[in-house]
């Protein structure tokens, strides 16, 4: 017979269930009527594709570095960079991207408006009219469009400007934004999963009760073990014991999330002090090494799972930052780089801005020693334009 021990010690006193009242059936109607958001979407997408384990672990990552808007968020050199997958090359992920950028809604996963509207005209029919013309202005001349006189830009097309007309009607019907098509993004309000706080000295982590709950087993139900029929003691013996799986299941689920959560702290608590510009290099295998699991394990233990800290709440995949190699051999996160960029430009002068040289000279008085094209590299993704642009909006 199935034991009844001490995971079933704690129990609910029999009682009928309660009945939901208009209020909690209001909230189910709104609930179950409410539109899928595009990482849904693009995960039911996902989950109807073949894919490898590790390709599938490329893809959940990619879906992670997505805008509302459908818009990469990083490039995928840093993706890779963040997988920390030794065996799993950049080439790997270009086609695992690749792949995803064949997902409905057309033009998303694309890393700038020109390749959004690239990826949607590739995917119309060949003999779609305008199409090459169109292709060849998005490529070449997207920049100059709003500007440049259209006899110009039809010359450098080798196109008539009726030809070129057509194509800026082409152009004009694609949806730069496609992902703002796919539900209604709503303010998402989040419960934090752990929570870390400063005592006597040292950080303490520890999971939130109120998404980590105790379960209890009504004692009704464990009552029929004894006093049931010998019909209804095989069908509660087997549910008890589904009950028990879960509820283990559970639990290893919560003491993965606190072991994770840990050694991420432990990892970064410089950031904790000091913030961003004290954050660590750190990637998934390094986490997953030290708690001895799967990096795929730590990284759905990441996702969408939040940890409060006195500097705010972030999901776990935010302190995980991947290395860049200074001039001198020392890994440096990147995410502490672009915060020494973001402060650096923040404080200068304005009729003097800083040049990519001068930032590069002030980063290795700040133990940061990076090249310049690194700096460029990272200073466009901030969105800060370069210092004759800087002086000329100032």
Request: overall charge negative; some cysteine; hydrophobic content about 40%.
């Amino acid at each position: 017979d199935l034991a009844v021990d001490t995971i079933w010690e704690d129990v609910l006193p029999s009682s009928a269930p309660p009945t939901p009242g208009p209020a909690a059936e209001a909230d189910f109607s709104e609930q179950d009527s409410e539109e899928e958001s595009l990482r849904d979407h693009l995960l039911w997408q996902l989950n109807l594709t073949r894919f490898s384990d590790t390709d599938r672990l490329i893809a959940m990552a990619l879906i992670d570095a997505i805008n509302s808007d459908g818009r990469l968020t990083q490039t995928a050199e840093d993706i890779h960079a963040d997988l920390g997958l030794s065996d799993v090359e950049l080439d790997e992920v270009l086609a695992v991207l690749h792949r995803l950028q064949h997902f409905e809604p057309p033009g998303i996963f694309a890393a700038d408006l020109r390749e959004c509207l690239l990826i949607q005209l590739r995917q119309l029919p060949t003999d779609t009219p305008f199409r090459d013309v169109a292709g060849a202005l998005v490529s070449r001349h997207l920049a100059q469009l709003p500007t440049a006189p259209p006899r110009q830009l039809a010359r450098k097309l080798r196109a008539s400007e009726s030809e070129l007309d057509g194509a800026i009607q082409l152009i004009r019907s694609l949806d730069p934004t496609p992902g703002a098509s796919i539900g209604s993004e709503q303010t998402e309000y989040v419960t934090p999963d752990v929570f870390v706080r400063l005592s006597d000295g040292r950080w303490q982590v520890e999971l939130n009760p109120e998404v980590a709950p105790r379960l209890r087993v009504n004692d009704h139900y464990v009552a029929m073990l004894s006093d049931g029929s010998a019909a209804d003691k095989g069908y509660v013996k087997e549910q008890l014991q589904e009950a028990r799986w879960f509820m283990k299941s559970l639990q290893s689920r919560n003491d993965t999330l606190l072991k994770v959560a840990a050694k991420i702290v432990e990892h970064q608590k410089a950031f904790l002090e000091v913030g961003e510009i004290g954050m660590k290099p750190l990637v998934l295998a390094d986490i997953a090494a030290e708690v001895d699991l799967h990096e795929s394990t730590v990284s759905r233990a990441t996702t969408r799972k939040y940890m409060h800290t006195p500097r705010g709440t972030f999901e776990l995949k935010y302190f995980f930052s991947s290395r860049v190699t200074g001039d001198e051999g020392d890994d440096i996160a990147s995410t502490a780089i672009k915060a020494a960029i973001k402060q650096l430009v923040a404080r200068e002068d304005i009729r003097k801005p800083l040049s990519d040289a001068k930032l590069c000279a002030l980063l290795k008085e700040r133990d940061m020693p990076v090249a310049r094209r690194t700096i460029a590299k990272y200073r466009e993704q901030l969105a800060i334009p370069p210092s004759n642009e800087r002086k000329r909006l100032n």
